[in-house]
């Protein structure tokens, strides 16, 4: 005879195993910030040569909150940045992006940015339209990389990265 459920069976809240999942996914939270942390302290995906060009045109972009700045085969600069909810760094956080394109290219979030850098500045536009979104013209591309990844991504008419996901 069956007994009543304790409320510790896998996957319950409150159980052992519940509680253990949640602490690492904590853990991989906290190393995938520190990582990213390390990435842009260094500059190390920030090209300071495309720094100074893009002060040189006006563009306005936060120089300190950088995480990296590449340019595309149309030649334009392309930069990503922390941002807030809507667009950056903390949008495609904040909207799962970054665990899809994880999940994608399978690999932890925290390298993410160096594989978006990658995307934008070795891969193929196989698309690229000019949209307008709340009034602002943007570009929607999609990239080729390595002969089979496709990304879209939502870029500012100055080459901010607003968005990037995988397209099926």
Not at 80 to 104: C, D, F, I, S, V
Not at 151 to 163: C, D, P, Q
Request: aromatic fraction near 8%; glycine fraction near 8%.
């Amino acid at each position: 005879m069956r007994g009543t459920n304790s409320g510790l069976a896998h996957g319950t809240s409150g159980s052992p195993q519940a509680s253990l999942e949640q602490e690492i996914y904590e853990q991989t939270v906290r190393q995938n910030e520190t990582s990213l942390q390390q990435l842009t302290q260094h500059g190390e995906l920030v090209d300071p040569s495309l720094v100074t060009e893009m002060e040189k045109h006006g563009y306005k972009f936060h120089k300190e909150e950088l995480i990296f700045t590449t340019r595309d085969a149309t030649g334009q600069i392309v930069w990503l940045e922390r941002g807030n909810k809507y667009a950056g760094y903390e949008h495609l956080k904040t909207r799962g992006h970054l665990q899809h394109l994880a999940h994608y290219f399978h690999v932890e979030e925290a390298i993410i940015p160096r594989i978006l850098r990658d995307v934008i500045h070795s891969g193929k536009v196989i698309s690229n339209k000019i949209v307008e979104r709340n009034g602002r013209k943007a570009y929607e591309r999609c990239y080729e990389y390595r002969n089979r990844k496709v990304i879209l991504a939502g870029i500012g008419s100055n080459g901010f990265l607003v968005t990037a996901y995988p397209k099926s």
